[in-house]
């Protein structure tokens, strides 16, 4: 095997999406109804993150590897998929958590 001079040259690849992950986000769609998926863009701090929220507000976050392995679990799952950053967070998310801190 050559000693390849360019190595510094490839990008790492994104984490995978591990099978724990992948088996939460997919009993949450299928356990609930009226779920919609929202892409969280990659910042300096966090990866590319999907949150999924259903009818009644319950949510859940995960680190995905890419906008488009989202994309492809939002067509799969036949859920609605928006970009957060541009359309922001549902209401009935806000109103679920304001509902949790009153219980205490």
Request: hydrophobic share 40%.
């Amino acid at each position: 095997m050559a000693f390849r001079w360019d190595f510094w040259r490839t990008r790492p690849r994104p984490p995978r999406v591990d099978g724990a992950t992948r088996s939460h986000l997919d009993e949450f769609v299928a356990s609930r109804a009226g779920v919609e998926a929202f892409l969280e863009p990659q910042t300096t701090m966090a990866r590319t993150s999907m949150l999924l929220v259903a009818s009644d507000g319950e949510w859940t976050r995960r680190s995905i590897e890419s906008p488009a392995w989202g994309r492809e679990f939002a067509a799969r799952h036949r859920v609605p998929i928006y970009d957060a950053a541009v359309v922001g967070y549902p209401q009935r998310m806000r109103d679920y958590n304001a509902r949790r801190k009153y219980r205490g």
